[in-house]
């Protein structure tokens, strides 16, 4: 079921940029576009009847916004994709967050980034994304940062560490990828729940659902994820509390 081929529909007011979008889905092999339109007015009556995977949404169109377009969609109970936003403008990122968004994808789209993000849904598609958005961002919602080429969405729950990089931060993620974002560990530790994540030293948070051991002689914890193990700096003075923390849960 997880490797079936995902459908896949896109709404697009401009028809460059739908063939475009179109080309790069069907050349990830893990994707097909059952269909698209670029007259946001028709889009729900055609999501409605060919009941696609997943919905590619732009954000900026005449006649109806693309957030318009998920508020009508919402409201057919039966129909449950995953939603992701397309979009030139970066300044959209936290409303379509706040709209439960799967994933945001900023214009020109990378095609590396939307092969992730089509695979992100596959791997997570018995959740759905509308009936179920509450357990896709949960208690771990979802964050936005700023990085190098625009920005990016951070979900807590694929997070194994963090790491400080001077006034910058690296996220690395259950599949491998790493995210590189212009902000503080500090202000990261901020934003993230304290009884999932813990912070080791100055260099380090780290996911407690993927540990697997606290090395005290080494002062490092070891944490297993995706057939790999990695390896994080633990202070001295946070070890013990680590432990208690460990032993109470």
Same mark, same amino acid.
């Given at each position: 079921m997880d490797n079936a081929i995902l459908k896949t529909f896109i709404v697009e007011d401009e028809q460059k940029s739908?063939?475009?979008?179109? @080309?790069?889905?069907?050349? %990830?092999?893990?994707? %097909?576009? %059952? #269909?698209?339109?670029?007259?946001? @007015?028709?889009?729900?009556?055609?999501?409605? &009847?060919?009941?696609?995977?997943?919905?590619?949404?732009?954000?900026?169109m005449p006649g109806k916004s693309g957030f318009e377009v998920l508020d009508d969609l919402a409201g057919a109970n039966s129909l449950n994709p995953f939603i992701i936003f397309t979009t030139a403008y970066d300044e959209f990122a936290v409303k379509a967050f706040e709209y439960a968004a799967f994933d945001y994808l900023l214009k020109p789209i990378d095609p590396e980034r939307l092969s992730m993000a089509i695979s992100r849904c596959s791997a997570n598609r018995h959740l759905g994304s509308l009936q179920n958005s509450g357990k896709l961002s949960g208690?771990?919602?979802?964050?936005?940062? &700023?990085?190098?080429?625009?920005? =990016?969405?951070?979900?807590?729950?694929? =997070?194994?560490? =963090?790491?400080?990089? #001077?006034n910058y931060s690296c996220f690395?993620?259950?599949? #491998?990828? $790493?995210?590189? =974002? %212009?902000?503080?560990?500090?202000?990261?530790?901020? $934003?993230? $729940?304290?009884?999932?994540f813990f912070r080791t030293g100055r260099t380090y948070i780290i996911n407690l659902n993927y540990l697997k051991k606290v090395n005290s002689k080494k002062r490092e914890c070891i944490l297993h994820s995706n057939s790999h193990d990695f390896r994080c700096d633990i202070s001295y003075d946070k070890i013990r509390i680590l432990l208690d923390r460990l032993n109470n849960d």
């Open positions: 739908l063939d475009l979008l179109t @080309e790069l889905i069907i050349s %990830t092999g893990n994707a %097909t576009v %059952t #269909g698209s339109t670029t007259n946001p @007015e028709e889009a729900v009556d055609m999501i409605s &009847r060919l009941r696609p995977d997943v919905v590619f949404l732009d954000v900026k208690a771990l919602k979802k964050l936005i940062y &700023r990085n190098i080429s625009g920005i =990016v969405i951070i979900d807590p729950a694929e =997070v194994v560490f =963090v790491e400080a990089a #001077g690395k993620m259950n599949d #491998g990828r $790493q995210e590189t =974002v %212009t902000i503080s560990l500090g202000k990261i530790e901020e $934003q993230l $729940q304290p009884d999932i």
